[in-house]
């Protein structure tokens, strides 16, 4: 079974992933976790992933085009 994460924290995804039964799964060969940091995708040098909501207010809402081109990527990838 392959699983996959997209995170902007692949590190904190990663150690816990790696332990218990995920961990002895993967060596097992029976799970075959990947963890993805979102901001890979990003076409900015800021590799900037939220903006401000447009109809304004508080808080930041994430951009789609890094979600799409990583989902997007990972489908192409997988097959």
């Not at 995804?13 to 995708?41: H, I, K, T």
């Not at 401000?52 to 990527?73: L, N, R, Y």
């Amino acid at each position: 079974m392959r699983i996959d994460i997209i995170t902007l924290f692949p590190e904190i995804c990663r150690v816990p992933l790696g332990e218990s039964m995920m961990g002895r799964a993967q060596e097992a060969g029976a799970l075959e976790l990947q963890v993805y940091n979102l901001r890979d995708w990003t076409e900015d040098r800021h590799h900037v992933v939220d903006d401000a909501p447009f109809g304004g207010g508080q808080g930041m809402v994430m951009k789609p085009e890094p979600i799409f081109a990583a989902v997007e990527s990972l489908r192409t990838e997988g097959s």
